[in-house]
């Protein structure tokens, strides 16, 4: 399946500071790459600061950085989870 895909995206911590809301729903490529992926949501949800530090999941599925193409259905969540600090 090629084509755009609906999904809900998740922010979480630094993320939804940022962003302002802990939920949007984006429209996005499908299939795409996760260095695409996330390319895509740090640009349009201005988390430049971020980058290199975001965790993404699909469907609470934690994905692995790097080139794998994913295959997006509509619905699917995604998650933007910047690290978290604690002590």
Same mark, same amino acid.
Request: aromatic share 6%.
């Given at each position: 399946?090629?084509?755009? %895909? *609906?999904?809900?995206? !998740? ?6 500071? @940022?962003?302002?809301?802990?939920? #949007?729903? &984006? $429209? ?13 949501? %740090? *640009?349009?949800?201005? !988390? ?6 975001? @965790?993404?999941?699909?469907?609470? #599925?934690? &994905? $692995? ?18 690290? !978290?600090?604690?002590?």
């Amino acid at each position: 399946m090629s084509g755009t %895909v *609906n999904v809900k995206i !998740l922010f979480f911590a630094k993320a939804r500071e @940022i962003f302002g809301k802990s939920v #949007d729903y &984006l $429209e996005v490529e499908t299939p795409i790459t996760h260095k695409n992926l996330l390319e895509i949501i %740090v *640009n349009h949800y201005s !988390l430049n600061q971020l980058r290199n530090q975001i @965790i993404l999941s699909i469907n609470q #599925d934690f &994905l $692995e950085p790097g080139d794998q193409i994913l295959t997006l259905k509509p619905g699917d969540e995604l998650a933007v989870i910047p690290p !978290l600090s604690g002590g």
